[in-house]
């Protein structure tokens, strides 16, 4: 299948900050969000400064008709620190969208997300238009501030903290075993720390679910040519994420 992808200058239209240090960044991109399929991302561009390198960004959000997109990120670095420092009406560089996304023809999945993680997979939950549970995990309830983005697309939210100070203390593979149980999900799809998504697909196959988990790697060229994503894959293959992924069936990645 070929995936189609543009270079498109974006004009910042909305530039939020959610809650300590991660930020809400809407920019007016039509063609990439008329492309754009949850799960995919961007290859972004910083116009101002010495910023050679693009950085990739799941999109969080894309609306066709008012043909815009949104990137949810946190600041770690000079790179988001920049970001975050855009206002309305200065424009970056995107190429996209990137990659491989989620499966949006199931019937009732089950979305899991915890920390950062839960930026990519907000598309996915507007894309299921109300048929998708959310499990979504932090450390604290603080953390979870995505409720209030997930509630008007989720069929059900379920919370996990570290501290217990919000739903059940613990962590997202604390609760799922009970979900799975309860529910009749089709699909896990799962984004944030690989200790979680090994986690998840570990639960997903004792109880016979299919899982689809998200990856992270370090990219350079976001095309595929410059190895730098490259991943060991459980069928002895090298797979690429930006170019195969970064949405892989979850016994693709982990044994």
């Not at 990439?32 to 910083?46: D, N, S, T």
């Not at 990739?56 to 946190?74: L, N, Q």
């Not at 995990?137 to 939210?157: D, M, V």
Request: proline letters at 4%.
């Amino acid at each position: 299948m070929i995936l189609h992808k543009v270079s498109e200058n974006a004009r910042v239209l909305v530039q939020q900050e959610l809650a300590d240090k991660v930020f809400r960044m809407e920019v007016e991109a039509p063609q990439i969000a008329e492309l754009a399929r949850p799960g995919q991302f961007v290859h972004l561009r910083i116009l101002t400064g010495s910023f050679l390198l693009r950085r990739p960004v799941g999109v969080a959000e894309a609306d066709r008709k008012r043909g815009t997109v949104a990137f949810i990120y946190r600041v770690v670095g000079r790179g988001t620190e920049a970001m975050a420092g855009l206002v309305t009406g200065e424009r970056v560089n995107l190429l996209g969208p990137l990659g491989h996304g989620f499966d949006c023809g199931v019937r009732h999945p089950l979305i899991v997300g915890g920390g950062m993680g839960l930026s990519p997979v907000l598309f996915y939950a507007a894309a299921m238009k109300g048929k998708a549970a959310v499990l979504m995990g932090g450390r604290s309830a603080a953390e979870l501030f995505w409720q209030n983005l997930y509630a008007p697309y989720a069929e059900k939210i379920f919370c996990t903290t570290d501290d217990g100070s919000l739903g059940i203390k613990g962590f997202t593979t604390t609760l799922l075993p009970d979900l799975l149980q309860r529910g009749d999900y089709d699909l896990i799809t799962a984004c944030g720390p690989e200790v979680m998504m090994r986690g998840i697909a570990r639960i997903a196959k004792e109880h016979g679910v299919r899982c689809q988990v998200s990856l992270e790697k370090r990219m350079g060229c976001g095309l595929g040519a410059c190895l730098s994503c490259s991943i060991d894959t459980t069928d002895g293959n090298r797979r690429k994420v930006c170019k195969d992924g970064p949405v892989f069936e979850a016994g693709e990645v982990f044994a």
